[in-house]
């Protein structure tokens, strides 16, 4: 029902917010996803998820200038997920989940292997 009535609204153009891998490059896409979703997760719990840190009011900028650069950097080859909601919203509605799994498993690893890594790095910051 609910994807009668977005196809009502918005006809075939919802299509075009369908996240793809470029070119059929699934393991392209995959790395790239996976390492941005790695860079934000990372660049988090660095200056946000730590208690003593002096980056603090600037985190905000951090963060959003990596999302903003991974956005930017990885839109035309992956499509600049970094998010599994936003691939699978539009992938439900227009019943096109083809390559969904590469937005699911990716981001999954790379923020698994951002929080190892901030363990190994900053044990003595985190409370």
């Known amino acids: 029902m609910a994807a009668a009535v977005v196809f009502a609204i918005f006809g075939s153009s919802i299509s075009s917010s369908v996240t793809l891998p470029s070119d059929g490059n699934v393991l392209r896409a995959f790395i790239l996803e996976m390492v941005m979703t ?3 997760v990372y660049i988090v719990l660095t ?3 730590t208690a003593s840190n002096k980056i603090g009011p600037l985190a905000g900028l951090a963060i959003g200038l990596t999302l903003g650069f991974n956005v930017i950097f990885g839109g035309s080859i992956s499509g600049g997920s970094l998010n599994p909601a936003r691939s699978f919203g539009p992938a439900l509605i227009t019943g096109n989940l083809a390559y969904n799994w590469i937005y699911w498993i ?3 690893i ?3 292997f951002a929080a190892g890594i901030h363990r190994l790095l900053h044990v003595e910051q985190d409370p």
Do not use: D, E, K, Y
């Open 38 to 40: 790695f860079t934000l």
């Open 47 to 49: 200056t946000a998820a």
């Open 106 to 108: 990716a981001p999954i």
């Open 110 to 112: 790379g923020s698994l």
